[in-house]
């Protein structure tokens, strides 16, 4: 059993039953397991913040989205298809590829920040592979107007933001980004 209080949990040490307890524990929002996995995630984090070639002013913006990519990974990652591992590396790229293009954008920081340098091409095609999967899955199980919800909150989109985009209530919003979560929950954590 993971305990949540330790200061610091060796993922790599750890078996994997303990490795997939604690993963879930932070998706339930077990007091502490987010935390210790956020601290056993921090070395990979610090490299992908490094290998953005962003500012330093940007560092700890782009900590925080990573986290929150860290975040989505728990509640999106399916055992039976991948290692968690390579799964949150993927969603805390991600994250932090979005926050600095988005800056980018609005004349933040400069364009060629947002580039990570070149990966392994077998690498590559094993995290398109895996996302088209999370894809498809989102294709299958969520209703279009949760689908197209979702996938505005996971840009980065405010709930008050996406219902006016769309012309509908906040609480409509809300009530189909907790029907899409759990419908991803059970299809990527069935009991």
Known sequence: MVCYKEEHFSWKNASPAEQAELVRAAADGKDGAFAVLAEAFDPVLSYLIRSTGAPRSEAEDLRQEGLMGLYKACHLFDPGKASFATFAQICMRSAMVDALRRSALRGEIAPQATAFPEADPQKVLVDKERLAEVLAEMDRVLSPLER????????????????????????????????????LKQAYMPE
Do not use: M, P, Q
């Open 148 to 183: 197209r919800i979702l996938k505005e909150k996971l840009r980065g989109e405010d709930s008050g933001a996406i219902a006016a985009a769309l012309g509908l209530s906040r609480r409509t919003v809300d009530n189909a980004l907790f029907r899409g979560r759990a419908k």
